[in-house]
């Protein structure tokens, strides 16, 4: 699929000219101008309601938005990912996410297979082994019911499982405990099995590949943790595997027919809804989980056939394009008002900056504007004790993207009005701001009206949804995966490959034997990584 470099689109160029009217515009006056605005710039798709009209933008800007999708080709594109075409380029591979959450009656054929079945077939398998340890008849190697589970792995194959079980704790099984433990740091295993008993703790070895240094580690040290209670033989009732790759699962010994299998046209940062998320069917159940597809699946559809000006995902992409790309704002902060989300800023970390942390096109050319946006966040309202004067004041801008329910699920007195009263309040702050004239107005001493004056004028979203359920977790999720999609498709990158977190492993592996402090090989680093291991060195045998 050819299209022009990003620049050399007309829609570029049109974007470009119209940003220079729009750095003369006030949110203030395009509010005033419009008493409908608050209505116009809004969608509604899967139970989520999304306003987009405190950004900075005119009709004229959105229709700009769509001719750049228009000329970046974002539709195509996005119906040969559906169909199973190779867009990861750079490793050959189809991106087909999406098939994890197409119905079981579907069918979709790619390279001669047709996925959904396969998909299917992993489905049901999870279901019947999820209820046997939810009911109690999976027993461990003395006889005792599971109580505990521990999921080991990291990146892809941890904050998925870790945010969807935090997010979706409300429906889970309280009589089962769930640890996640990623960190090569021995504290994370350490600290998460102290007080659990081998008898009722099992553990789920999550890794595509089998061969990830941090998770062997971890799951090397939680047999040896197993077997020294238990002996070698109760490895097979306290160990399954989520993986691609049975030889390894073999090799590590487990037994294979404990092993839940995806595939590698699934990519780590988009396997939650994968056997990878093994732990949160274990967790809230079959019926759950499969409600989870659902919402993911409604998502996907609505992406596949909404018009631009209708469609959540590319309104989200195509915003995210103009506040980064013309707008200049580097980063975007994603604020859930849900305490049951407040991994949810980790996880998009991972989804949109290994996405589209990229300074390459496709087919290899340096790009010459800006890509991928630093995500970052904290649930609301302890983030506004914190770094919400930046936000507010700051000399850096930093478009927000508030999520919030109009129903708690845990319902207690006035603390969700007060919750979500906030939302609204700081999207209007931040839009709106408070000028001198107004705090003058206000009796405030002329002394501290510079101080207080807030510009406003800084953009923000807010989701809106009834309650969070398992349905609206998928779609959610699916909605910020596309999102990511639509930015990395105008950008004309792969956002599918993570080539740059190579380098620092290899160089990792080279360095840890040079650690021993009886080690007498000569350092041939940069004199900095010399003398920071030759340190090590001297505080570790002087310790
Ligand atoms: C995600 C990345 C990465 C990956 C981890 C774990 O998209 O590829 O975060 O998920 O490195 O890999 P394994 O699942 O193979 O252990």
Redesign the pocket.
Known sequence: MTTQPLPQRPAWDALTAHYRDASSWHLRELFSDDPNRGRRFTSEAAGLYFDYSKNLITDDTMSLLDQLALESKVEERRDAMFAGKHLNVTEDRPVLHVALRMPKNSSLVVDGVDVVAQVHQVLERMSVFAELVRCGQWRGHTDQPIKNVVNI?????DLGPVMAFEALRHFSQRELTFRFVSNVDATDFVESVRDLNPEETLFII????FS?LE?LTNATSARQWLVASLGEAAVAKHFVAVSTNAEKVAAFGIDVTNMFGFWDWV???YSMDSAIGLSTMLAVGPENFYEMLEGFHEMDRHFCTAPVRQNLPMLMGLLACWNNNFLGYPTVAVMPYDQYLHRLPAYLQ?LTM?SNGKHVTEDGQRVTYLTGPVYWGEPGTNGQHSFYQLLHQGTTVVPVDFIGFARSLNPLGAHHDILMSNVFAQAQALAFGRTAEELRAAGVDEGVVAARVMDGNRPSNVLLAKVLSPRLLGSLIALYEHSVFVQGTLWGIDSFD?WGVELGKQLAVEITPELDPKSTEKLAHDSSTNALIEQYRFLKKNG
């Open positions: 792995g990291i990146g892809g194959s999550s890794s595509k590949t990830t998770t990519g780590g940062r991972q290994e993570q």
